[in-house]
């Protein structure tokens, strides 16, 4: 098999709503910890709105001329009166009446801007009779939104979502000792709070979402131990879609050998294949002797490593294998974020583009956000970020 860079990225440490909503808006795949998922609910929330019963999808059309929204079917799941709604990158104010949206204001005693913003979405024939334009309004962490059906609904349906169970905060490496050791314990009655999440996300997203296995970073055999304990919950999980990714963890037994295990007690072995890329992370001769032991169709997931990591090439070199058996994380949006860390001692392009967000949105630069705006700044950064070719910067 030929290698490749190719493997699919998906963006870890993405566990705040706005981040979520913005990531899956512009088709990217969203990496997220269970145990860090913002408090109360809103970030697994966030995550369940991703499902394709969360959105409405409306008409446009036109009358005199003059394109409109009929609200159709799904009139009973969108508000009623004047509500905010983001569109084109603007704030407007929707008149959402009976049937229809007729009036869209950016400023009270405004002009109506509808027929101008639909037209920028759909083109001079926006709602001429014959087109099928449509567009999808939904309510999401960070308010009411409207786009065009046709590129939002296509990439949000199918937007991946990775999930880890935040065991590689249990443990850090001790320099005395030479090993391991435990800093934040993970009890029983833990991980049953964490596979509860992992269901209500796989209960939204089925087969688009991807789950790492209870473990412990560094133990095979407490690695064991969890995954026997915890195998009928994770044989549930993969019956409801869910991709489950196993971390072959190193230790007295080859990875070869440790993969085996984990097949033995799990009852199944069509799981994917985690590589720990940070702590007790695999050599590029492990990985190249795991990859060469697995059968040609084994999927492999580099936990922890994507492609803007110095090992990366070596390591995809290491597996050999096409683009779609391969999956990567990291926690790229932190790597984005910094006052005085950029090139230069400048900021970095994700703070630079928060201040715009929160130009955009009245608020003061030299003070924390308002909680009631977080989501928001954070979901207008990453769409300006990704709207304007920011990738990689």
């Known amino acids: 098999m030929q290698a490749t860079e190719d493997a699919l990225y998906f963006w870890s440490g993405s566990n705040r709503p706005g981040e979520i909503t913005a990531l899956a808006q512009h088709g990217h795949a969203i990496g997220v910890s269970v145990d860090a998922l913002d408090k109360g609910g809103r970030g697994i929330a966030a995550l369940e709105d991703l499902s394709p019963g969360k959105r409405v999808v409306v008409n446009v059309t036109q009358t005199k001329g003059r394109p409109i929204l009929m609200l159709g079917s799904g009139r009973d799941k969108l508000p009623t009166g004047d509500v905010e709604v983001e569109a084109a990158g603007k704030r407007l104010t929707f008149g959402f009446r009976k049937i229809a949206v007729n009036v869209a204001k950016a400023a009270q005693g405004g002009a109506n801007v509808l027929g101008s913003v639909l037209r920028g979405m759909f083109g001079e024939d926006a709602g001429a ?124 037994m080859t990875g070869a050998d440790f993969d085996r295990a984990c097949s033995e007690v799990l009852g199944f072995s069509d799981y994917i294949r985690g590589i720990p890329s940070k702590k007790a992370a695999a050599s590029i001769e492990e990985i190249a002797e795991l990859s060469a032991s697995l059968p040609e169709d084994a999927r492999i997931h580099l936990l922890g490593l994507g492609p803007f990591g110095e090992r990366f090439k ?32 400048a900021p970095r392009i994700l703070t630079i583009l928060t201040d715009v967000a929160k130009r955009f949105f009245g608020l003061p630069l030299d003070r924390p956000t308002p909680l009631a705006f977080a989501d928001r700044v954070k979901h207008h950064a990453l769409d300006i970020y990704f709207s304007e070719h920011f990738v990689g910067v």
């Not at 199918?158 to 905060?169: M, N, P, Y």
């Not at 095979?220 to 995954?227: A, D, N, P, S």
Request: glycine fraction near 10%.
């Open 129 to 252: 009779r014959g087109k099928g334009h449509k567009a999808v309004i939904e309510l999401t962490r960070t308010g009411w939104q409207m786009s065009a059906a046709d590129l939002k609904a296509a990439k949000i349906s199918g937007a991946k979502v990775f999930v880890d169970s935040g065991a590689f905060g249990e443990v850090k490496f001790s320099p005395e000792l030479g090993k391991m050791v435990d800093v934040r314990p993970i009890s029983d009655e833990d991980w049953r709070v964490r596979l509860a999440a992992y269901h209500r996300i796989t209960t939204a997203l089925g087969p688009n979402t991807y789950l790492v296995a209870p473990d412990k970073v560094g133990d095979q055999g407490e690695t064991l131990r969890r995954l026997e304990r915890y195998a009928p919950e994770m044989r549930k999980l993969r019956d409801m879609g869910a991709h489950i990714i196993v971390p072959i963890q190193r230790g007295e």
């Open 314 to 345: 070596k390591v995809i070199a290491a597996i050999n294998r096409t683009p779609e058996l391969v999956f990567c994380d990291s926690v790229r949006i932190k790597a984005l974020v910094g006052r005085s860390n950029g090139p230069g001692g």
